[in-house]
């Protein structure tokens, strides 16, 4: 079982509309979670740290469900900048490692 | 706001030489990173650095591959002879000591073995 998994997509979606990216991962000792996004052939850029509770900035929330080992990432009110990559990336319990998965592609169409 | 940056942003070269990636952390961060990406797939882990040494690397990460900070500021990845199969975008990162902190990446260089 590959240890983090992304939906590949591509999402094709509408200017303004909600769209929303899961995330599974299989090490259950997993310790820390973020998104990043990634524009084509350009570095990860953090997007956000995923936090137990769930958290929100601006536009965009992210959730974490530790019991069914998944995080989710919703993006409101879509802009045509949006359009990347998007990354979940987790750590392992006492590792620095960072693990992709291999990202959901976004497209915001006019 | 502060950045990692890396040189150089290109790099040819033919089979079986040395390549060096050099990468400057951002200054008060403590671990350090390289991180792979072969066209097409997904960032990959090679190894982490701190106190110099390493902390951590992978399958990956084998004899060819060497990493260094050879003073207050620069963190290099050495690439002894390489191989096609290491054509790639390179990516330094680096964070401070709290594991929850993200890591924060430079814009890569790209390296293309023919």
């Known amino acids: 079982r590959k240890e983090v998994e992304q939906d590949p997509g591509p999402f094709n979606v509408p200017e303004g509309a909600t769209v929303a990216f899961n995330c599974t991962y299989s090490?259950?000792?997993?310790?820390?979670f973020f998104w990043y996004r990634q524009d084509c052939r350009k570095e990860p850029k953090l997007l956000m740290s995923?936090?137990?509770s769930g958290n929100e900035d601006g536009r965009f929330t992210a959730q974490l469900n530790r019991a069914s080992q998944y995080i989710s990432l919703l993006i409101r009110d879509s802009k045509l900048s949006d359009s990347a990559t998007y990354l979940c990336?987790?750590?392992?319990?006492?590792?620095?490692?960072?693990?992709f998965g291999k990202g959901t592609k976004l497209s915001v169409i006019p | 706001e502060p950045e990692v940056t890396q040189t150089p942003s290109h790099q040819v070269t033919q089979m079986g030489q040395e390549v060096i990636l050099r990468c400057v952390p951002i200054?008060?961060?403590?671990?350090f990173y390289w991180y792979r990406q072969i066209l097409g797939q997904k960032v990959e882990f090679l190894v982490s650095?701190?106190?110099?040494?390493?902390?951590?690397k992978s399958e990956i990460f084998d004899d060819q591959f060497s990493v260094e900070r050879p003073d207050g500021s620069n963190f290099t990845l050495k690439i002894r002879s390489t191989k096609l199969e290491d054509s790639a975008m390179y990516f330094c990162?680096?964070?401070?000591?709290?594991?929850?902190?993200?890591?924060?990446f430079g814009d890569g260089t790209r390296l293309s073995i023919l």
């Open positions: 990162a680096s964070s401070d000591l709290d594991r929850n902190q993200p890591q924060h």
């Open positions: 090490n259950s000792a997993s310790q820390s």
């Open positions: 995923v936090y137990s």
């Open positions: 990336a987790v750590t392992g319990a006492g590792s620095y490692q960072l693990t």
């Open positions: 200054s008060n961060h403590l671990y």
């Open positions: 650095f701190y106190n110099n040494e390493i902390s951590e």
